[in-house]
């Protein structure tokens, strides 16, 4: 299927690694134009040259922490300048801050919205006024499914989604008469970096032993039975993004194998 995105820019935050390696590699099979960011030079050029490489597309790699409106500013003046507009958000960079109300501290609650909630609102702040002066813009926040379905042990990043799932919904009421779409993705747990960070952590919540046993149980809340893969969660960011989803905005996409049951 020809998504019809073929020359358009895109900006992934958080490229380097992840679900939003993935999204940017498709982007670029796509023939989309890509700019990534992430916090850490090496890995983020290297990623830079890998996808450049396999794929042939054209992408640009700017070092840029989430957390610091000025990086955010200077990331979305970058890839302007570069490919001339911006017409895709995927909001991707964040991390995820787990642990019970009663280890979790104010520091780290912070840090976590100003990643997350923060951080997504300014990229769109910037990236906005560029997509309704041209009519046609794509923003997709990856938030996660604590968000909908309260969990004690993801209290953090819990309050931080639900948040971003509002910021989703208002906005794409407010920028549908400019033609851009604002939607959210919520992964269930995905086989990324963030959670072998997270593992052990998890497993001490479950009470299990081991990882795999942490995974195994993990896992098992899914109706899949499995863990999600990043290009699972890319093969939706991708389509969300595309001309063949112009009449969808204002959905939050559950993307976890069938953890949550409930209706919505
Ligand atoms: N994996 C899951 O199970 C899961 C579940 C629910 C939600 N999510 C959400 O999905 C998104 C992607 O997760 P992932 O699993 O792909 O994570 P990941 O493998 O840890 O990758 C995160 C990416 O974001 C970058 N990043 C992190 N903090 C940043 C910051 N402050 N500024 C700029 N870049 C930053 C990282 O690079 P640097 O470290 O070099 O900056 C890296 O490129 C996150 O928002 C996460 O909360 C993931």
């Known amino acids: 299927m020809d998504m019809g995105i073929k020359g358009k820019s895109a900006i992934v935050t958080g490229g380097s690694r992840g679900i939003g390696r993935e999204a940017a590699r498709q982007f670029l099979e796509e023939g989309v134009r890509v700019t990534i960011c992430g916090r850490t030079a090496e890995s983020l050029e290297r990623t830079r040259a890998e996808l450049a490489g396999a794929t042939g597309g054209e992408i640009h790699a700017v070092v840029a922490d989430m957390t610091k409106e000025a990086d955010i500013a200077r990331l979305v003046d970058s890839a302007k300048q570069r490919f001339g507009t911006v017409d895709i958000l995927v909001n991707n960079a964040g991390q995820m801050y787990s642990g019970r109300f009663a280890v979790l501290n104010d520091a780290g609650l912070k840090e976590q919205l100003e990643t997350k909630l923060f951080g997504f609102m300014r990229a769109i702040r910037f990236v906005y006024p560029i997509m309704k002066a041209q009519r046609w813009g794509r923003i997709v926040n990856i938030i996660g499914g604590a968000g909908k379905e309260p969990d004690p042990y993801m209290f953090g990043s819990g309050i931080t989604n639900s ?20 939607n959210a993705v919520c ?4 086989d990324t970096n963030l959670w072998q960070r997270n593992a052990q952590g998890l497993a001490a919540e479950l009470e299990v032993k081991s990882e795999e046993e942490a995974r195994r149980l993990a896992a098992r809340k899914n109706s899949l039975n499995r863990f999600g893969k990043p290009e699972e969660l890319a093969n939706a960011i991708v389509f969300l993004c595309s001309e063949r989803a112009s009449y969808i905005t204002g959905v939050s996409l559950n993307l976890d194998g069938g953890r949550l049951k409930s209706l919505w």
């Open 187 to 190: 992964p269930g747990w995905v």
């Open 163 to 182: 948040a971003l799932l509002n910021i989703t919904k208002s906005l794409s009421t407010e920028f549908g008469a400019d033609n851009v779409l604002v």
